[in-house]
């Protein structure tokens, strides 16, 4: 039985428009100038980049890089250990401030104090951070110094999941950066940060897009294939 001819006014199927995901939310927790957060701000400027600065928080009001997400009209919010009693409560007050904003990811840009239980606790998993050096060689906060000082001849930069440690979170990438003769900490941190920063936006993108797989106390960033 043939089928029968289409009626003149049958329309033709629509085709379905692109299911595009909302970018993931993410905030940028940050004590410095803002170079990092600068970087991830231009990133997702490009179509289709999947994360979206929504809010940066800073520990202190004289954070250069509270200017550069106001600039980009992100909003931000300032927790400072001095307003609070002790550690504990700015610990889980910064973990209320930032769960308020609902993140999906957590980036610390060049933030300067150590997340606590509270934080941890409700944000633990999705906290990324980046360090000036190849861990786990010289954590802490003042890598570039110690690895010129330790007169390493190549040194770098990691982004890991953030844990309860100093620098100590499972690893998710690397990059390595010559140290020049006559390199002085700005110098060498300053090479360093070009690199850093790409890692860095790279990284988000591909945690964004495809997650990660803690195996035997060792991270993975997922290909989302
Ligand atoms: C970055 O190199 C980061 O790894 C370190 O501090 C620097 C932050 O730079 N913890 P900026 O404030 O983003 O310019």
Known sequence: MP??????????????????????????????????????????AAPGFPARVVAVVSDTPAAGGLEVARGAGVPTVVVAPGDFADRAVWDAALAQAVGVVDPAWVVCAGFMRILGPAFLARHGGRVLNTHPALLPSFPGAHAVRDALAHGVRVTGCT?????EGVDTGPIL?????QVH??????ALHKRIKVVERDLLVDVVARAVRGGIVLEHGRARLVDPG
């Open 3 to 44: 089928a029968s001819p289409p009626s003149p006014d049958a329309q033709p199927p629509r085709p379905r428009p692109a299911v595009v995901p909302s970018p993931a939310r993410v905030v940028v927790l940050l004590s410095g100038a803002g170079s990092t957060l600068a970087a991830l701000l231009a990133a997702q």
């Open 173 to 177: 990438a690397q990059a390595a950066v």
């Open 181 to 186: 003769d006559g390199d002085d900490e700005a």
């Open 159 to 163: 982004v890991h999941l953030v844990d």
